[in-house]
């Protein structure tokens, strides 16, 4: 494994934004490929691997993609929130904007839909500004009786399976939560759901093969398609029918394609990434009994135990990817990158770092620096679904608890399968006791 040399500082270089410096000057130098999650590491112990090379060193992705991998915070929230790097791979990836480079597999998966998640400058704000319309906090609050009446059914649906010796609290308890939240909010018939999510959990795959996420990705669009025409003909009250309406009253409507990718951004960022935030909470909460005591005691809230369960264990540990708009040099660490340059912030790494939290593997509830993490993003794409999913995450585990003050783990928290993602990031099946 080789890391790329070291960045010099550029004389002359015209300092364009707080701790950016605009420069040229190529990174260079060969790199490690980038895993994911394992059988024996986590994405948070693969961050720190990566930390052992510098704050962005040079990783290479599926399909032979050389990117820079940012794990230091810092680094990651300055080009988060600045002008300098893009979602937008058709305006900043040359080679992929004139179509001469060729990609596919998980990358083309996530970099090739046009929605609030892919988008740059104005652009970005136009698709953003409906979602965030419909995801207010207002909204949200309203939102909470209904999350609390699912929430009540699916626990009285837990006591109709009768006693079970182990039973799976993500297939019986954090996955259909979410799902019929997002039925909810957005209108999507419940019929979908469980062929799209079975779907979409192959664009999640980074093991796949370029053959298994094409397919993935064909049976999610055909849905997406399906929901696309419905919501066209007949707009209702919800999510769904806003952006409908939204794409129609601009002054540049959304084209059905670009209907259906922002629905797919929707979707999946309100199931995979919550089923991961309710079931690692649990697993937080049941494997340290004494950070549960505190909790249940008052003397931490169920909000503080979530921010460090995400801190801990973001359910998403790295979005492709970002693009650097122009060559430029980070002051502070004195990392340089290429225009065009593909970068991908490593979202577990970063929220470990030993340098931001003391003792960063411990769940610890009562953590003074933990508030600040990066499991939502940061900058213009922060999430805005992110008040809706801390409402769902603390009714649905404040409410197991109630429920089954007794319920404990019915594995080590090590031995939980993982998915094989460096996306992805939490357990694919949790075995519980609830008595």
């Known amino acids: ?22 420069t040229a000057g190529p990174p260079g130098g060969g790199c ?11 994405n948070s112990q693969e961050g720190q691997r990566l930390r052992a090379l510098g704050p962005a060193p040079v990783v290479e992705l599926p399909g032979g993609v050389q990117a820079r991998v940012v794990v230091d915070p810092g680094l990651a929230e300055r080009l988060s929130a600045g002008p300098h790097v893009s979602r937008d791979a058709a305006r900043h990836w040359p080679g992929f904007r004139e179509g001469t480079r060729s990609v596919d597999g998980i990358i083309a998966a996530w970099i090739g839909t046009h929605n609030a998640l ?51 609290l993500v297939e019986f308890y954090a996955l259909p939560i979410p799902h019929r939240v997002i039925t909810h909010l957005l209108g999507v018939p419940a019929q979908h759901l469980p062929a799209f999510s079975a779907a979409a959990a192959g664009l999640f795959d980074t093991s796949a093969s370029a053959e298994d996420v094409g397919r993935s990705m ?12 419905s919501a066209r003909e007949h707009p209702e009250d919800n999510l769904v029918g806003d952006l409908v309406r939204a794409a129609d009253a601009s002054e540049s409507p959304l084209s059905d394609t670009e209907l259906r990718d922002q629905l797919m951004l929707i979707i999946i960022a309100g199931t995979e990434t919550t089923v991961h935030a309710i079931g690692t909470l649990l697993v937080h909460l049941l494997g340290h009994p004494d950070q549960l005591a505190l909790v249940t005691s008052g003397l931490a809230s169920m909000e503080a135990a979530l921010r460090e369960s995400l801190r801990l264990r973001p359910p998403i540990a790295a979005v492709p990817l970002r693009f650097a708009v122009r060559q430029f040099q980070d002051a502070r660490s004195g990392e340089r990158f290429e225009e065009g340059e593909p970068i991908l912030i490593h979202l577990a790494g970063a929220n470990t770092d030993p340098e931001t939290y003391a003792d960063p593997e411990h769940f610890d509830v009562q ?16 999430c805005p679904g992110a008040a809706l999913a801390t409402s769902e995450v603390v009714i649905a585990v404040t409410r197991f608890l109630d429920r089954y003050p007794d319920a404990r783990l019915a594995v080590a928290p090590e031995d939980l399968p993982e998915p094989s993602s460096f996306i992805s990031n939490g ?9």
């Not at 040399?5 to 270089?13: F, M, N």
């Open 32 to 42: 490690p490929y980038l895993r994911g999650a394992t059988a024996d590491q986590t």
């Open 427 to 435: 357990y694919t099946s949790i075995p519980g006791r609830l008595a």
């Open 218 to 229: 064909g049976a999610v669009l055909a849905i997406l398609d399906q929901l696309v025409v």
């Open 1 to 22: 494994m080789t890391l790329a040399p070291g960045h010099e500082s550029v004389e002359g270089a015209r300092e364009d934004a707080p701790g950016i410096l605009l």
């Open 118 to 168: 892919n988008s740059y400058g104005e652009d970005h704000r136009q698709l953003r500004a409906p979602i965030a319309a419909a995801l207010t906090r207002r909204r949200v609050e309203a939102m909470a009786p209904v999350i609390e009446l699912i929430v009540h059914d699916v626990l009285d649906e837990l006591n109709g399976l009768g006693a079970p010796e182990k039973i799976d």
């Open 367 to 382: 953590r003074a620096d933990g508030s600040r993490n990066l499991a939502f993003g940061h900058g213009p794409h922060v």
